[in-house]
């Protein structure tokens, strides 16, 4: 079998959902300015970057993601390609004969 990492970099400067906090990855140490090792810190919304919405985003008592077994998360699926602008709507997905989907990907804008 074989994986793809489908990850994209966390950068300062990543689209974010409005509303979200900003990213900030920041060196907080650094050998080369006399420190003893390298060190950063990241900031963030969970909500950013690669990511998995579990149930517990949109219902109250849902699953929440570190609830959800990493062999869920692995296994062949369907990717689709989203050309929306800005939200992924339910008139994108209705004629995909998604039924029988256990995992999908949607590659949208941000993907770029």
């Not at 900030?24 to 650094?30: A, D």
């Not at 300015?33 to 849902?62: E, P, W, Y």
């Not at 062949?76 to 998604?98: K, M, Q, T």
């Amino acid at each position: 079998m074989k994986l793809y990492d489908i990850t994209v970099p966390i950068l300062n400067t990543m689209p974010l959902w409005p509303g979200d906090p900003p990213v900030l990855v920041e060196r907080t140490k650094s050998i080369g300015k006399g420190d003893s090792c390298n060190r950063t810190s990241l900031a963030m919304g969970v909500h950013c970057g690669t990511h998995i919405d579990a149930t517990l985003h949109f219902i109250d008592q849902g699953r929440a993601v570190d609830d959800i077994p990493l062999e869920v998360l692995n296994g062949p699926c369907r990717v689709i390609v989203i050309d929306a602008p800005s939200l992924i709507e339910r008139n994108h997905l209705v004629n995909l004969g998604l039924g029988d989907c256990k995992r999908i990907l949607f590659k949208t804008g941000n993907s770029e």
